[in-house]
């Protein structure tokens, strides 16, 4: 029922496996799940186009413009359950959030590669509060170059909020890999702070 910090050397994790009970976690993934206007997105690697394997959205204030995967996002205009959801996470983490990035991993064939949120809009210290719905997925935690460390692995099941701030991007990747196991949907949020339109790449 409240944040508590996991200890990572050159992170500032912390993590609430209970910030909402799990019925209303349920009713939110429903609700969001056919509210949402879901994409597919395709991204340019070495000169070919890839589909994402999971769908998104991308949710926020009109200035909250973002370059992400190589990918230009133009904000939607907040929805009631949204707005409520951000004021919510507001409170528990202390954080102002302009933006949120919705991810749909249908199944277990749906994932996110390795990467950093460390793109120049979310500054220096990127604060990152990220609400899991839905089937429960390990997320994954490995250090980037100049930190030794094995890697990490948590678990992230429905109605949990994990919090990534400090040097979190700086020193650390995250990702969420495929799994065999047959599972329903997860939906993820990622609350973000957006630096306004000229700080964009
Ligand atoms: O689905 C997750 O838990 C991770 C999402 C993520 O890393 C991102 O949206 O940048
Ligand atoms: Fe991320």
Redesign the pocket.
């Known amino acids: 029922m409240s944040l508590l910090p996991i200890p990572l050397p050159g992170a500032e994790l912390l993590f609430d496996a209970d910030f909402l009970p799990e019925a209303a976690a349920a009713a939110l993934l429903a609700s969001l799940n056919a509210e949402t206007a879901w994409e597919q997105r395709s991204i340019r690697l070495f000169g070919q186009e890839f589909p994402q394997p999971r769908l998104t959205a991308w949710y926020g204030d009109a200035e909250a413009r973002y370059t992400y995967s190589n990918l230009a996002w133009e904000p939607r205009p907040w929805t009631p359950a949204l707005q409520a959801l951000r004021q919510r996470v507001e409170a528990a983490t202390n954080a102002r959030f302009n933006s949120v ?1 919705l ?1 749909l991993y249908r199944d277990g064939r749906d994932s ?1 590669g390795w ?1 950093a ?1 460390d793109e120049p809009e979310l500054g220096p210290t990127p604060v990152i509060a ?1 609400l ?1 719905l839905g089937a429960l997925r390990r ?1 994954r935690l490995r250090p980037r170059a100049g930190l030794v460390h094995p890697p990490v692995s948590l678990d ?1 099941p429905t109605g949990s909020l994990l919090l990534m701030r400090g040097p979190t991007q700086q020193h650390w990747q ?1 990702a ?1 890999p495929k799994t065999t196991r047959p599972l329903g949907p997860r939906l ?1 949020l ?1 609350f973000r702070w957006v630096a306004g339109s000229g700080a964009g790449k």
Do not use: E, G, I, Y
Request: hydrophobic content about 40%.
């Open positions: 990035l991810n996110m990467h949120d990220s899991s997320f992230l995250h969420l993820n990622t």
